[in-house]
């Protein structure tokens, strides 16, 4: 199982009542369809998100900007059960993920 805390959860796209959306203060920012972010911390630190597509009968193509400095960009395979690198990032990366109808990527940043 994964040890991780989640710290908050925004919506992204539309706003369903009693949401909230990304803050400006937050580490990630998506853009490109509906979706909700999932913020959590590993260990005490800020350092891991999820992305879950809102449209549960259309595929999205979701634009994430990271704010979190320089670091090593990581994905979990729960089909590997182990976490796959993506890529070396700094603040301000930008990248795309496609999402599945209902679909949903877990990611976090490790040390270079």
């Keep these: 199982m994964l040890k991780m805390t989640s710290t908050a959860v925004y919506h992204v ?3 369903p009542i009693g949401t909230e959306t990304l803050p400006a203060s937050s580490p990630v920012k998506v ?3 509906q979706y909700v972010v999932g913020l959590f911390k590993q260990n005490g630190v800020q350092n891991a998100f999820m ?4 449209d549960y009968k259309q595929e999205s193509s979701a634009k994430i900007t990271l704010k979190y400095g320089n670091g090593l960009l990581m994905t979990y395979s729960p ?3 182990k976490w796959i690198d993506v890529q070396h990032i700094k603040s301000g990366t930008t990248f795309t993920t496609v ?3 209902g679909d949903g990527k877990l990611f976090r940043i490790g040390r270079k």
Excluded at 51 to 54: A, G, K, L
């Design 51 to 54: 992305i879950m597509n809102r």
């Design 31 to 33: 853009s490109g369809g």
């Design 13 to 15: 796209g539309t706003l």
């Design 79 to 81: 089909g590997l059960k």
């Design 99 to 101: 999402l599945k109808p």
